[in-house]
């Protein structure tokens, strides 16, 4: 459900359970035992419904609070990224990372080095792309 149909009905919930307390604050002797209890099961039940729907807010909320901390966090990161023409590289990280990966994924994956027959060079293990220097 979404949030703002959620606090809608939340509304909608503390509407009815507050005209059903005045019906009961409000009523004279005339009304009967059982339609007094059958009014304060009806209360109970949409308060009930009310801590469900606020606690799925509370869901809601925090999920996108975790979001938005994580997002914050790419960012910073994104921001510390430097590119030297073939590989990023973040400051004071002395592996860098993978062009492919960053440009195309927005992953961040360092390269493993590897001294081989064919030279000196970087590659994903990822993307399995190589880069030489």
């Known amino acids: 459900m979404e949030p703002v ?7 909608s919930s503390i509407k009815t359970a507050t005209d059903i307390a005045k019906l009961i604050k409000d009523s004279n002797t005339s009304l009967e035992e ?12 949409t308060l009930a419904d009310i801590k469900i729907e606020l606690s799925e807010v509370q869901v809601s909320q925090r999920e996108k609070e975790e979001k938005i901390l994580e997002l914050e966090k790419l960012l910073i990161k994104k921001d510390k990224m430097n590119f030297d023409g073939k590989m990023y ?9 993978c062009k492919v990966c960053f440009e195309e994924h927005l992953k961040y994956h360092h390269l493993e080095y590897n001294n081989g027959h064919w030279g000196t060079n970087y ?3 990822i ?7």
């Open 34 to 45: 059982a339609e007094i209890k059958l009014k304060m099961a009806d209360l109970i039940s």
């Open 127 to 133: 993307c399995n792309n190589r880069y030489y220097i």
């Open 5 to 11: 149909t959620t606090i809608n009905a939340i509304f």
């Open 89 to 97: 590289w973040i400051e004071e990280d002395k592996i860098p990372y």
């Open 123 to 125: 590659y994903c293990r």
